[in-house]
């Protein structure tokens, strides 16, 4: 497995920007597809974006698009997520997943074998 360590979440306001940070160590970085996924108090964990191993395709949830974006720098073994015009419904804890040499079910929490602790990301109106 991969170990995950997410940063880069705090409070802001409507309309502003953060950017998650989530740095992988333990395996080949590159051999992984890479996603994040939120949850908010009372609600089930939810997918936002992915990166695929290979080729670098993303996927994004809705809710998100044209607002979220997913990178990766494979050499410094680090996924982002830069979020702007952040809203209040984009409260939530966020993590990061990893799964290995598949693009299968991108969106899906089950078949990510490895998850971060997660950040905490609070916007208020």
């Known amino acids: 497995q991969v170990q995950l360590v997410e940063s880069g979440g705090g409070l802001g306001q409507a309309g502003d920007s953060l950017r998650l940070s989530c740095a992988a160590s333990?395996?080949?970085?590159?051999?992984?597809?890479m996603a994040w996924f939120r949850q908010a108090p009372g609600k089930e964990r939810e997918f936002v974006a992915a990166i695929a191993w290979r080729g670098g395709n993303t996927n994004y949830a809705d809710s998100v698009k044209g607002r979220f974006t997913i990178s990766r720098d494979n050499a410094k073994n680090t996924v982002y997520l830069q979020m702007n015009s952040l809203k209040p419904e984009d409260t939530a804890v966020y993590y990061c997943?990893?799964?290995?040499?598949?693009?299968?079910?991108?969106?899906?929490?089950?078949?990510?074998?490895?998850w971060g602790q997660g950040t905490q990301v609070t916007v208020s109106s």
């Open positions: 333990g395996r080949p970085f590159s051999s992984y597809t």
């Open positions: 997943a990893a799964k290995q040499f598949t693009v299968a079910s991108m969106t899906m929490a089950a078949g990510y074998g490895s």
